[in-house]
């Protein structure tokens, strides 16, 4: 990565993935010795990324962002080649971060400054782990020691952040007092009642503990500045509650969870088109499209690897077959796109599309036992799917969402200054497993789970009001969803134990009918790899596919659910009478799966929906 304010130098390493699902723009990373902020798109090398291809995502993403939004492209990757000098200009690329918080404390003298005081000098040795800032004037003997971020800064639920205002909070507001700052820890428990800020102006010496700072009730920071520090400037429209109201800014640690969360928009590379020459021409229209002339395409299959897929057509051919999609006119009246439903169409019937280089479907019967659950196995021997980031938030996490898009657009930060004409984007190629469940088998549980209908519908309404989000009942995904958001999280747990891969490579991804599109009856899960490490083509997930293995992992998976570490406690938990949550009888012990895995956060789960447990056996789906 690069950043500007230390010199244009590379500070660290991340995974192509990392920049959307955990240090995406407005992050922050924690470096050995810095801690940094991701900048957004306006000071990305374009130059040094690469487009990725998908349409139906492209399309999704400019329903969020806008029409401007003209592609989809990979963060900066650094060649594999060894460089001699660092700090080469050949080799600074990357992403670019700035410092951040700003505000430093030396651990021996307990200064505490911003690094624009002065007061800091940043050393850049040739390691890159052991860039850092240090305390030339600290009074400690020897070497000067290394400074460490300050771990207080503030945010607020319209996703603007500042450093902490150190001086505002000592003297107990706006104060001309420019004396020095220290903050001192009375104990080793870093607790924020044994740290306090002390003045040392001149007829000052205000002093104050962080604790005040966490008391809600004695509003001990001033109100939001509606900053944005990774686009270098503040919100022209200010920070504003929905009545009105200046926000207060909520202080948090520089390390908490939720401090960042992606809203990603992701879609699966599915054959569209009909004919094997016209799906191999989408596979590759990044490439094709830029096409000019019969003689190009030629010269492309000689010096291109990836057009390799033509080689048994001629030039003529494919030059005819890409013309024929550039003459294709866009359907203007088409509705908002779906990326669901055309998925679920082609998992329920694959022997009605094109095979492709990055999809491979395979029906498989489902196990004896479980034949009237199921109306087929879908091994999916090769997947490819995209995400794209379209922005951000803070402390609301947009995984509460069916659809991350839908989250509230004040509470959704911007990736760059201006309209954005692309997004970071990632692929991942790997495998998956489909389970089509019986329709009529679903909607006869369904009218058997009414109360549980309600009970989380009611749960749904409390949690959304909470949060002042209005109306109540939007979004609530129903009990189909429980149903099957269950089930997914139990067999991830168990396949996890043989297929090869972690539990938090494995991904879920649920097909229900809901009350936004009521129109197509769905009632699938597909469980697939999501870790791009190996590229996630091992096997080892659709070996489990078999009849007589997948039979095995059912009873197994199911079995576990009856009873959890925490019962009768899990199995007695209410959505809301147990507090304002949106999961029933599951737990970090039973159900939950890592945030990696899990597309509503670990929310609207039941195990009770699966088999009988200790507190109730007439909702169980599996007899």
Request: hydrophobic share 35%; glycine share 6%.
């Amino acid at each position: 990565m690069i950043s500007k304010d230390l010199k244009r130098c590379k500070v660290g390493e991340l995974r192509p993935s990392q920049a959307l699902t955990t240090f995406g723009i407005g992050s922050i990373i924690d470096l050995p010795n810095l801690s940094v902020m991701v900048m957004g798109l306006d000071d990305w090398p374009f130059k040094d990324t690469v487009e990725i291809g998908e349409q139906r995502l492209l399309v999704s993403v400019k329903e969020v962002l806008g029409q401007q939004v003209k592609s989809l492209r990979s963060a900066p990757v650094v060649p594999d080649t060894f460089q001699v000098n660092q700090f080469d200009s050949s080799t600074l690329v990357g992403i670019p971060v700035a410092p951040f918080p700003r505000w430093m404390v030396c651990p021996y003298c307990r200064r505490l400054a911003p690094l624009g005081s002065g007061l800091f000098k940043l050393e850049t040795p040739y390691r890159t782990d052991q860039i850092r800032y240090v305390h030339a004037n600290c009074t400690k003997p020897g070497k000067p020691p290394t400074v460490v971020p300050a771990r207080f800064i503030v945010a607020c639920k319209n996703g603007h952040f500042d450093d902490f205002p150190w001086r505002y909070f000592v003297h107990h507001g706006r104060t001309k007092c420019n004396g020095g700052l220290k903050l001192i820890e009375t104990s080793a428990t870093g607790e924020a009642a044994s740290i306090f800020v002390q003045c040392e102006g001149a007829n000052c010496g205000s002093t104050r503990p962080m604790s005040d700072a966490f008391k809600m009730d004695l509003k001990a920071l001033p109100t939001c500045k509606a900053r944005r520090p990774h686009l270098r400037d503040y919100d022209e429209a200010g920070c504003k509650h929905p009545n009105g109201q200046d926000l207060q800014m909520e202080p948090m640690l520089q390390g908490a969870s939720n401090s960042w969360f992606g809203i990603t928009l992701s879609a699966l590379a599915i054959p569209q088109a009909s004919g094997k020459l016209k799906q191999l021409i989408d596979d590759h229209w990044i490439i094709l499209e830029k096409v000019q002339s019969e003689q190009n395409i030629e010269l492309l299959q000689q010096v291109t690897p990836q057009l390799r897929d033509l080689a048994e057509y001629t030039p003529t051919e494919i030059w005819q077959s890409v013309q024929s999609k550039k003459n294709e006119e866009p359907d203007a009246d088409s509705e908002p796109t779906d990326l669901k439903t055309p998925e679920w169409e082609v998992f329920i019937d694959p022997e009605s599309v094109e095979k492709g280089r990055d999809f491979q479907l395979r029906i498989a019967a489902p196990p004896k036992r479980y034949a009237k659950y199921f109306e087929k196995i879908v091994l999916a021997e090769r997947l490819r799917e995209v995400r794209a980031l379209v922005g951000f938030t803070r402390i609301e996490s947009p995984s509460d969402y069916d659809n991350p898009a839908a989250f509230p657009a004040n509470q959704r930060v911007r990736l760059s200054r201006t309209q954005p004409s692309w997004v970071p984007a990632s692929e991942i190629r790997g495998e998956g497993l489909f389970f089509h469940f019986k329709e009529d088998m679903i909607q006869k549980w369904v009218k058997k789970a009414k109360d549980l209908d309600a009970v989380f519908m009611e749960a749904h309404q409390r949690w959304r009001i909470a949060r002042k989000l209005d109306p109540p009942h939007e979004f609530y995904p129903g009990v189909r969803y429980v149903l099957l958001h269950s089930f997914a999280h139990a067999l991830i747990r168990q396949l996890a134990v043989e297929c090869g891969y972690t539990t938090a490579s494995l991904r879920e991804r649920i097909y229900s009918t809901n009350s936004q599109n009521p129109g197509v009856e769905m009632a699938g899960v597909l469980i697939y790899t999501a870790a791009p490490d190996s590229e996630g083509t091992l096997g080892g997930l659709v070996s489990l596919g078999k009849p007589e293995t997948l039979e095995r992992h059912l009873d197994q998976a199911l079995d576990n659910m009856r009873l959890c570490a925490s019962d009768p406690l899990c199995a007695e938990h209410h959505p809301y009478r147990d507090g304002n949550t949106l999961h029933a009888a599951s737990c970090h012990a039973c159900l939950f799966a890592p945030e990696t895995s899990c597309e509503r956060g670990n929310k609207y789960l039941d195990r009770a929906v699966l088999v009988s447990t200790v507190e109730r056996s007439d909702l169980a789906f599996f007899e």
